[in-house]
């Protein structure tokens, strides 16, 4: 069909916006259909034609009235009676972008992206208040971890808020909620650093064996927000992401994700 998307985003109110390289002008009646991948659920959406040959067009289609469910949607273009998946050139991620995306107060996040085949797809997954991290470090006997709060609808200003790092225990999946560290935290707008010892962090830990879930509890966001890494395109943390460890008191302690992919203190691991 000789249609390749240059540019995709979903801007900030949430409308799929497309720029298209085309080499014919798109036919009446064509439709953007938009295929939930492993489902084959699809819902399908006129694009306005202009009829004018040209090398370039602009489409934007408001997500939110579709009623996407999480998942990954496959893009396509049917006109004619044929039906064929869109290619795409652009990545699809700029980390600018999907920072001010995430400054505002959601339910679903949406983001458009290109397949490893090279063709335009969409990634819809769910958005709850999160601290999202960025860094993540052992220095001088502490650990630290800095990033920015996501999906909480607060300002990205220099107003500062009190704050608190919480670290819970468990073992083997076990949750003991009497089994906390506590530290104060910097926020400042929406980004957030924390540092605590990792001596307290042993002392704490029964046995010297265990993990430590992070939280941070901030005024103004209702409950406390896990410590995850979502907004990047780097799934899987668990398997493709790995930090060294530090030996305090001949205990190794590392960072690590879940398979969830929130940040997880591992102690005698």
Known sequence: MGV??????????????LRLAIAEPLADGARLVLRRRGAGEERQVALGVSGVRTRDASVAVSLAPLDLGPGRWDAYLDQDGVRARIQSVDPGFSLDRLDAYALGRRTLAYRAYRTRNGFLALKIDPAEPV???????????????????AY????????????????????????????????????QGVRFHAAL??????????????????????????????????LDDVEGKRRRVHYPRALVDGVPIRPSFTTGDELLLEVGA
């Open 4 to 17: 390749v998307v240059t540019d995709a985003e979903v801007t900030l109110a949430d409308v799929l916006s």
């Open 131 to 149: 601290a999202d991290v960025r860094a993540v470090w052992f220095r001088e006997g502490r650990f630290e971890v800095t990033g920015l709060l």
């Open 152 to 187: 909480t609808g607060l300002d990205d200003d220099d107003q500062h808020r009190h704050a608190t790092l919480a670290l819970h225990h468990s073992d083997r999946g076990h949750s003991d909620p009497a089994a906390t560290v506590r530290v104060a935290a910097t926020v």
């Open 197 to 230: 010892s990792l001596c307290d962090v042993l002392d704490a830990t029964p046995d010297s064996q265990g993990s430590w879930e992070p939280y941070l509890e901030v005024d103004g966001v209702d409950g406390a927000l896990p410590l995850g890494a979502r």
